[in-house]
């Protein structure tokens, strides 16, 4: 994952659910954690975000295999606009 306004780049490690704040996700209670670098999280939203991607096209996932990774992106595909999806520079 990289944050789309700040460039951070690192992955999901989970949901935190946010009792106070304007900025959640679509289900209106959560923001992602999202590990820039151990110790550093970053809580972020779905909107802050965008999705790396390889050279097919596929979501870049640790020790993933294609099929599933392929499921994940059609999955992304069906909720996210196009550009949100971007390789690594």
């Known amino acids: 994952m990289k944050h789309r ?3 951070h780049v ?3 490690d ?3 659910e946010i009792v106070s704040g304007p900025n959640r996700n679509p289900d209106g209670k959560t923001q992602y954690r999202m590990n820039i670098g151990a110790p550093d999280r970053q ?3 779905e909107s802050d975000l ?3 991607v ?3 096209e596929l979501v870049i996932m640790l020790r993933q295999k294609a099929p599933y990774r392929r499921a994940v992106t ?3 595909h069906s909720v996210l606009a196009p550009d949100r999806f971007v390789k690594p520079a």
């Open 14 to 16: 989970g949901l935190t």
């Open 5 to 7: 306004h700040e460039g």
């Open 50 to 52: 965008s999705i790396l």
């Open 74 to 76: 059609q999955s992304l």
């Open 10 to 12: 690192g992955f999901i």
């Open 54 to 56: 390889d050279d097919e």
């Open 43 to 45: 809580l972020v939203t």
